[in-house]
């Protein structure tokens, strides 16, 4: 069940990625370009997100527990460090340059737009080398 819901809420959410036009590199890219063709309708989507997070994050807390998982999975670190900010710096750089995060990375593989096969890969390449940084560095912490 839990599988099913997923599949079917990352489905929702690529749809909605596609119908706001976040699969196209393009729309992210102009918004970005405010002396250039400034496109303004990223900001509208992000309002929209970050409306419904807000509705919905209310809704979920009022629950003692996820409908599908015996307990919420909500992270507790606070810090802004030097790895936050490295990290939030590469993710921002990578988006500025290729117009992708994630999610409609992901997404834009299924109607073939421009540059997600070379995004996609670059993008788990450095999924691969970050999580071996992160466990080189505890590793050495803990020695």
Known sequence: ???????????IF???????????PAKVLN???IFG????SLAF?????SLTAFVGFRLAWRQERPLLL????????????????TGAAVFGIGWGI?????GPAWTALTIAAPGTLIFVPMML??????RRLKSTSLAKRSA
């Open 98 to 102: 290729g117009g992708f995060c994630p």
């Open 1 to 11: 069940m839990r599988l099913l819901f997923g599949f079917l809420s990352g489905l």
């Open 125 to 130: 390449v450095g999924v691969v080398l970050g």
């Open 45 to 49: 989507v992000m309002g929209g997100a």
């Open 70 to 85: 015996p307990k919420f999975d909500i992270p507790t670190a606070s810090d802004i460090d030097g790895k936050l900010l």
């Open 31 to 33: 918004f970005l370009d």
């Open 14 to 24: 690529g749809i909605g990625l596609i119908i706001s036009g976040m699969a196209d």
């Open 37 to 40: 063709v400034w496109d303004p």
